[in-house]
């Protein structure tokens, strides 16, 4: 059974940083292309970053530069660093595994940005 298990969220103020984790289970990570989504109660779930099998990485106009995201085969993990935060990014972040869209989903984590 595929799982995703994201962590790392939390409160910060504007111009902060946090690094979110996601741990993959039921799948061989390593071939596959790795996503993080994120969603507001008025958003749908939005794909922001991308990271394909070989390390190749995308992002959304609204993040880039600020946000990287990396993975750990060994691991079996995903991250997303996130710095100068902005109240905009406020949303649960999730991760998941391409092809999108997905049909697994992990229970997010939360991310609130204070101005």
């Known amino acids: 059974q595929v799982g995703f298990v994201e962590s790392g969220g939390g409160l910060v103020q504007a111009g902060g940083s946090l690094r979110l984790s996601c741990r993959v289970s039921?799948?061989?990570?390593?071939?596959?292309?790795m996503g993080w989504f994120r969603q507001t109660p008025s958003t749908q779930r939005e794909k922001i970053a991308n990271?394909?099998?070989?390390?190749?990485?995308s992002y959304v106009g609204s993040v880039k530069g600020r946000f990287t995201i990396s993975r750990d085969n060994a691991k079996a993990e995903v991250y997303l660093q996130m710095n100068n935060l902005k109240p905009g990014d406020t949303a649960v972040y999730y991760c998941?595994?391409?092809?999108?869209?997905?049909?697994?989903w992990g229970q997010g984590t939360q991310v609130t940005v204070s101005s």
């Open positions: 990271i394909t099998a070989v390390g190749q990485t």
């Open positions: 998941t595994a391409g092809p999108w869209p997905s049909a697994d």
């Open positions: 039921g799948i061989i990570m390593s071939i596959q292309r």
